[in-house]
């Protein structure tokens, strides 16, 4: 069982900054791909990046490439989020999950789920 708790999430001006937190409990937390997800008021849930177990691998959507990085501590159990040159359309509640398979794009092969965090990026 693995439990994720978001933190980072706030109010930011276009073109700012911010850095999102995952938090996971249970000792297995380096065996699992790590995603991050988010949803906007009336759309789909949507795939925003991913980092496999070790960290040597990335992935991200299209529309934050080159503006957000991905990136663990297994240490810490802790997977970050840092998004750059924010823009409105960016707004949204940002979900961090765990996946077993390492199949990274689909929401559907994530097994763990946080409860989210809201970003809220301002013209």
């Known amino acids: 069982q693995v439990q994720l708790v978001e933190s980072g999430g706030g109010l930011v001006q276009a073109g700012g900054s911010l850095r999102l937190s995952c938090a996971a409990s249970?000792?297995?937390?380096?065996?699992?791909?790590m995603g991050w997800f988010r949803q906007a008021p009336g759309k789909e849930r949507e795939f925003v990046a991913a980092?496999?177990?070790?960290?040597?691998?990335?992935y991200y959507a299209d529309s934050v490439k080159g503006r957000f990085t991905i990136s663990r501590d297994n240490a810490k159990n802790t997977v970050y989020l840092q998004m750059n040159m924010l823009k409105p359309e960016d707004t949204a509640v940002y979900y961090c999950?765990?996946?077993?398979?390492?199949?990274?794009?689909?929401?559907?092969?994530?097994?763990?789920w946080g409860q989210g965090t809201q970003v809220t990026v301002s013209p």
């Open positions: 999950a765990a996946s077993y398979s390492g199949v990274y794009r689909s929401k559907s092969t994530y097994d763990y």
């Open positions: 249970g000792r297995t937390f380096s065996s699992y791909t």
């Open positions: 980092i496999n177990w070790s960290g040597a691998n990335s």
